[in-house]
């Protein structure tokens, strides 16, 4: 069992006060908020031994280096990658993405094809659409039905000897809904294709191993699981790595730079060109530590639990309509939904004042809102520090915007 408020203590942004109410903070899909051990360790980086890494022989280049690399190492550990070379630091869910995309494009050729989900995020959708651009291959798509699941019969149908590649959430950012990546994954293996997980909505809710699933890329964010905002990793398979060109030029990523040719550097460096957020790196593995101090199998349950009843508390609600799948273990601690008539926007903004925090719009996902042929929802996205209470407020701050835009 979580002790709740000995773990919301530990996150000093959930003491405070917006517009004068206690802020319900239900945005966790967007982004986490940041225990205070993460936010100390940038502050001890920073104060204590900032310096660039890998190239200085003076010690706080040497200190700084060795906790950049144990970061790495504990997201391998973490993952379950068999190499700390497999691991490579990125900006973030969408560069890692950006990154394979790029390399792909010199890979294939007219008439190859893409698969991706109509589940996906714009940024595992834009980048595959720029490649397909570039190299005359197609961009197919697994379609979803209304439950918010996409339709595996289909998928099968997709494949062939055609498939390079089929791109795939772990889990849904705009319905919550968990895709069935090990069925995605062996059906792709089966036809020869390559499968890239995005990660970055299941990290903080679940541990992958990526060598069980037998991913070939997987990629997640820093941001989602407690960590710091312009970090991320994307694990992928060495053969895969040795494979795909550098996505960046630069320096770090060189074994020897003439003005005839260039040879680049070893793994995981071909990779990581430039001065990397160093700072984000390390806390990234401390916010890691964090999660796993916490327990994943203690946070899916107690998030099992605030997703079952911010969903029973929701459907009392008069027009309520909730959106993706109706089998609650099929869906994360994400309930995205609208009150009927009323434009989505209106009620973010109004309960707002009342100090709750959710997300509106169509989340970064619009093919799934034209298919319910909908604006957008509203999406209240639970993390392990969240509270039933919290849920009950924002229960009576929707009753409050119901009266006064109906």
């Known amino acids: 069992m979580l002790d709740i408020q000995k773990i919301r203590a530990e996150f000093p942004i959930l003491s405070q006060q917006i517009n004068g109410k206690p802020l319900v903070y239900f945005d966790n899909g967007a982004t986490s908020q940041k225990p205070q051990v993460v936010i100390d360790a940038i ?27 144990q970061a790495r190492l504990k997201i391998q550990k973490h993952f379950n990658a068999k190499h700390n070379y497999e691991i490579i630091f990125t900006s973030g869910t969408t560069e890692s993405i950006n990154l394979v995309a790029n390399g792909f494009a010199s890979l294939l050729k007219k008439g190859d094809e893409i698969i991706v989900s109509a589940l996906e995020h714009h940024s595992d959708i834009v980048p595959w659409q720029m490649v397909c651009e570039h190299t005359g291959a197609k961009l197919r798509v697994i379609p979803m039905n209304s439950d918010g699941e996409l339709v ?8 062939s000897d055609k498939t390079k590649l089929v791109c795939c959430n772990h889990i849904s950012n705009a319905l919550g809904t968990i895709n069935p990546i090990e069925f995605i994954i062996e059906k792709a293996h089966k036809v020869g294709a390559a499968v890239l997980i995005d990660g ?5 809710h679940l541990k992958p191993d990526v060598q069980a699933l037998d991913a070939d890329f997987y990629v997640t964010s820093a ?10 990793m994307l694990y992928a398979k060495e053969e895969w790595l040795r494979k795909l060109p550098p996505y960046k030029g630069g320096g770090e990523m060189i074994a020897t730079v003439t003005f005839e040719k260039t040879t680049y550097a070893d793994l995981p460096h071909k990779f990581e060109a430039g001065t990397p957020n160093i700072c984000g790196g390390i806390a990234f593995g401390v916010a890691i530590d964090y999660m796993n101090d916490v327990g994943f199998d203690a946070i899916a349950v107690y998030e099992k639990e605030l997703l079952k009843y911010g ?5 009392e609600l008069e027009g309520i309509e909730i959106y993706g799948p109706k089998d609650l273990n099929k869906k994360a601690s994400v309930i995205s939904f609208n009150l009927k008539g009323i434009h989505p926007y209106d009620v973010g903004t109004i309960i707002d004042k009342l100090g709750i925090a959710v997300r509106t719009g169509h989340h970064c996902a619009q093919p799934i809102m034209d298919y319910y042929k909908i604006p957008g929802t509203i999406r209240a996205s639970f993390a392990f520090y969240n509270t039933k209470e919290e849920i009950d407020s924002m229960i009576e701050a929707l009753k409050k915007a119901q009266m006064m835009l109906s």
């Open 43 to 69: 502050v001890d980086y920073y104060s204590r031994y900032n310096s660039n890494i890998h190239r200085g022989v003076h010690s706080l280049s040497q200190i700084a280096t060795d906790a950049y690399e």
């Open 200 to 204: 970055a909505q299941a990290c903080p």
């Open 223 to 232: 941001h989602k699981m407690c960590g710091p905002t312009g970090v991320g």
């Open 152 to 159: 595996m019969e289909d998928y099968e149908k997709l494949l």
């Open 311 to 315: 969903t029973q508390k929701l459907l």
